[in-house]
């Protein structure tokens, strides 16, 4: 509830505020262009970006190797390329953040620890191998299927 909180009001309030303070400086037209500008690259980024992945998804399976890592890959490839049609200056840096190999690797990294503890903690929706059973752990409801 707090992270919906923060997405749906605190941040296009820092986004208005920052471009109202840059568009001061350099101007409502700049302001404008250089939104413009990042998100046209931006989306050939993430076009290519997602080629990439798309095509070392195929590869995995190709090789019968599970492509959980270009999966991730994926998800981050999209949520950077959604943050980049979000009008603004910190929406347009965590897009671009989320598009480049070398910063998603980190976190990539992140992301993965984070998921290994949720698991550890019986916080997430496991798939075993025999029969549906569901279990109360913490708040979250966990579903093996079998």
Known sequence: MGYL???FTILPALELAL???VG???GALNTILIVIGIGVVGAALARYEGFRVLMKVQDSLQRGIMPDAEILD??????GGIALLT?????DVLGLFLLFPVTRAGVKWVLRRKFQSMIAR??????GS???????SNGYDDIDIG
């Open 130 to 136: 025999f029969g549906a059973t569901s279990r109360r």
């Open 122 to 127: 019986g916080q997430v929706v496991q798939f």
């Open 19 to 21: 471009l109202i303070k």
């Open 24 to 26: 001061s400086h350099i």
């Open 74 to 79: 994926g998800f981050m490839v999209l949520a």
């Open 5 to 7: 909180i923060l997405l």
């Open 87 to 91: 009008p603004g200056f910190i929406t």
